[in-house]
């Protein structure tokens, strides 16, 4: 809605240069050549030139804003670097510095010839002078600086402590609980890019893929509702970048925050790049209870294992144990003994075997 109301806005500006521009030509063609000025013929060709400018400003617009964002993008990346205590300094030196090139105008201007010439040169000296001052000698405006520290700070711990959520820890909806206990603090940040990825998976034509887009715009609005936290959607895009994950990556260098994702590939992408992740599959796993060999629990075996005699059972959250003569067990729930515990990159696996099996060998031996 902005870009079109931007682009009619080009439009009328272009028509309104086109007709005063052609209008002006016109009386200085005929002022010149001494011929008579006659007001239809003049309107007719202004409307004409200022309708012909319209159009050439309206077909370039895509191109003027385009790079009215890249401008806008280089001069925040720009700003980001530069401390908030400096711009306050820096603003207040200029500020005065015109101000006393101004009053200082007011007798130079009187000067013949020069005097406005002088005026201006004057004035953008003070100006440059006032900044120059300022900011050598901030360590000495602690009155002013005082006023922009904590609030600096409050938005430099606020940048840092950013949570950007991509698209499969959207859809995965375990982000929602996590947010509920209080253990993410911050801000939680969805791109609009993000954004715009979910709802042309809800509106795919494949079943699978509409339902989990309808899924994660659920679970967006349940972070909205239920989130103790603030969520704020970004509408900052990177034109230039195709991939989300990609822009995931560049905005968060942008903001200093941090990727929350379950996306294996995208978490060693930033791990490359020295962008700070928080993996949910890698918390899922941390927090699951540790088991020691030799300790005993009940396991429900459910089916045959890939070795032979094998029985494979799964722990609450999901671990599977791996049970050595389990298979004359399935479909019972029996007490095994953990004999050793395996850690993957798909998760952990635990071994086990029956305990009255120990018990037998124990008896024999």
Same mark, same amino acid.
């Given at each position: 809605m902005a870009k079109r109301i931007f682009r009619m806005f080009l439009l009328i500006c272009g028509f309104a240069l086109g007709y005063q521009l052609v209008s002006t030509s016109?009386?200085?063609? =005929?002022?010149?050549?001494?011929?008579?000025e006659t007001v239809a013929t003049t309107i007719g060709v202004s409307i004409f030139g200022g309708s012909v400018c319209g159009l050439i400003s309206y077909l370039i617009s895509p191109m003027l804003i385009k790079s009215a964002r890249r401008i806008n993008n280089?001069?925040? =990346?720009? @700003? $980001?670097? /530069?401390p908030t205590q400096d711009i306050a300094v820096g603003v207040t030196g200029l500020v005065i510095g015109l101000l006393v090139g101004a009053l200082l105008g007011l007798a130079l201007h009187r000067i013949p010839l020069i005097g406005n010439y002088l005026t201006a040169l004057v004035t953008l000296f003070t100006g440059y002078l006032g900044t120059s001052l300022m900011l050598n000698r901030k360590e000495e405006m602690t009155f002013l600086t005082n006023l922009f520290t904590r609030q600096a700070r409050a938005d430099k711990s606020g940048a840092r402590s950013a949570k950007i959520l991509d698209t499969s820890v959207i859809i995965d909806g375990r982000i929602v609980d996590i947010a509920a206990t209080g253990f993410l603090e911050g801000v939680i940040i969805v791109p609009g890019f993000v954004?715009?990825?979910?709802?042309?998976i809800a509106d795919s034509s494949d079943t699978l893929k509409r339902n989990r887009g309808r899924r994660g715009l659920d679970i967006l609005n349940r972070i909205q509702k239920e989130s103790h936290i603030p969520v704020q959607i970004v509408e900052h895009d990177f034109d230039d970048i195709p991939e989300v994950d990609s822009k995931l990556i560049k905005l968060a260098k942008m903001l200093k925050?941090?990727? /929350? =994702?379950?996306?294996?590939?995208?978490? $060693? /992408?930033?791990? @490359?790049?020295?962008v700070?992740? @928080?993996n949910i599959n890698e918390l899922a796993n941390a927090i699951k209870p540790v088991v020691l060999p030799g300790e005993e629990m009940p396991a429900?075996?459910?089916k045959d294992g890939k070795e032979i005699g094998q029985g494979v059972a799964y722990l609450d959250d999901g671990t599977m144990v791996v049970v050595e003569g389990g298979r004359r067990y399935i479909g019972e729930t029996i007490d095994v003994v953990v004999t050793s515990v395996l850690q993957t990159a798909a998760g952990r696996m635990i071994f086990a075997k029956p305990k009255n099996v120990e018990k037998l060998s124990g008896v024999r031996s």
């Open positions: 016109i009386g200085a063609i =005929t002022a010149f050549a001494g011929m008579e280089w001069i925040e =990346t720009a @700003l $980001k670097s /530069v954004l715009e990825e979910l709802r042309h925050g941090k990727i /929350v =994702t379950n996306d294996y590939n995208l978490n $060693k /992408v930033c791990e @490359l790049q020295g700070p992740v @928080l429900q075996i459910i």
